[in-house]
């Protein structure tokens, strides 16, 4: 499944443009892709753009009219704002993500390049993995693709983290 989330990504630079499901379907069978990678890739992505559409950034302007909306916005603001707020992960996330994956979202978040919004939606799309404990590498693709699906472009220095591959480095 990862593979088919890399060939998007590269394919498609930013989430919106993107074809529409049918069509990347075709796009990816043409290109050699297995059905059943191409199956869970579709679901996961479908899961991601539902995961970005119920989350908001606290930039983005909210609608006065939407109730829902502007009590999720007040929530966001008190716990971004709070500097004592941590976030606790179950069992689960704790074993779907193993200490090196957990350690690269706390990296991100003390680099303050990865906010509570993102944080979660992360997490999400990790949890829809079937892996466990899920690979750093994969881990890595997740924050890419949800950096993708925002329309965001990660800061260079967080590019070069996610895309460098650590065996190569030389310690100095």
Partial sequence: MFEVLVFVYENYWRGDACPQWNQLERKLNAVGFEAQEIKEALAWLSGL???TRSTRSPDTPLPLDD?????QRADQLAIGNSGASIRVFSVAEQNRLGPECLG??????????????MR???????????SEPLSLDDLKIIVLMVYWSLGEEPDALVLDELCDDAQDRVAH
Avoid: K
């Avoid at 690269?104 to 919004?117: S, Y």
């Avoid at 979660?120 to 079937?130: K, N, S, T």
């Fill in 120 to 130: 979660e939606i992360i997490v999400d799309r990790a949890m829809a993995c079937d």
């Fill in 104 to 117: 690269f979202i706390r990296f991100l978040e003390n680099a303050t390049v990865l906010p509570p919004h």
């Fill in 49 to 51: 753009s539902q995961a």
């Fill in 67 to 71: 109730l829902d909306a502007l009590v």
